[in-house]
Structure formats: structure tokens, C-alpha cells
């Protein structure tokens, strides 16, 4: 079992940055991927970012690529996205989510999940 917990979430002016947090707990996550994902208010949850633990390769949609940057801390069992540039867009529940199964961008593919933190971009 795959305990994750998010945090870092906020208020944020456009064009601002945040550093949102995923701590994991429970078994080892050596073979896993992590991502993150968003949701906004009556949209589906949307890939964001991913990064595998063993070789710390790094995948982005194409909406964040060139603003986020998702890193991990092998020490701390702790993945990050770092958000630039945020706009009111990005406003949305960011989830992080494991998966044991390669980098799929689909949220039915990841077995574990947070609870969500919350990040809202003002004008």
C-alpha cells in the first residue's frame, strides 16, 4: 500500500510561482512513476507532469511544458512540481498519483492517490 500526501497549494497571483509537495509512504517506489494531475471545477482530471524513480526521466503536457518542472527527492520520498508563470488557468485540485505501470497520462492507470491541494491563480 501507497500512502500519498500533497501540499503547497495556495493563492497566487498571475504570474507567480508555487511549489507544490507529494510526501509517499508505504512500500518502496523504485519501479513506480508519479505524476500529477488537476482538476478544475466541472472539467475531468488532466495529466500534468510524471517522473520515474529509477532514472528521474520526465514527461509534461503540452499545456505546462516550459512552466512546471516536477523533480524528486529519493531522501525524502518526496516528488515536486515546481508551477511558473501561473495564470488563472491553472487554477484547480492538483493530485498526485503512483503508478507501476510505465507513464500513462490517463488517471484510470494509477493505483494511488492523494487527497488534493488546492491552488487558485487570481487576476
Known amino acids: 500500500q501507497v500512502q500519498l500526501v500533497e501540499s503547497g497549494g495556495g493563492l497566487v497571483q498571475a504570474g507567480g510561482s508555487l511549489r507544490l509537495s507529494c510526501a509517499a509512504s508505504?512500500?518502496?517506489?523504485?519501479?513506480?512513476?508519479m505524476a500529477w494531475f488537476r482538476q478544475a471545477p466541472g472539467k475531468e482530471r488532466e495529466f500534468q507532469a510524471a517522473?520515474?524513480?529509477?532514472?528521474?526521466?520526465?514527461y509534461y503536457a503540452d499545456s505546462v511544458k516550459g512552466r512546471f518542472t516536477v523533480s524528486r527527492d529519493n531522501a525524502k520520498n518526496t516528488v515536486y512540481l515546481q508551477m511558473n508563470s501561473l495564470k488563472p488557468e491553472d487554477t484547480a485540485v492538483y493530485y498526485c498519483?503512483?503508478?507501476?505501470?510505465?507513464?500513462?497520462?490517463?488517471?484510470?492507470?494509477?493505483?494511488?492517490w492523494g487527497q488534493g491541494t488546492q491552488v487558485t491563480v487570481s487576476s
Open positions: 498519483a503512483a503508478t507501476y505501470a510505465g507513464t500513462p497520462p490517463t488517471p484510470h492507470s494509477y493505483a494511488y
Open positions: 508505504g512500500r518502496t517506489f523504485s519501479t513506480y512513476t
Open positions: 517522473i520515474t524513480w529509477s532514472a528521474g526521466l520526465t
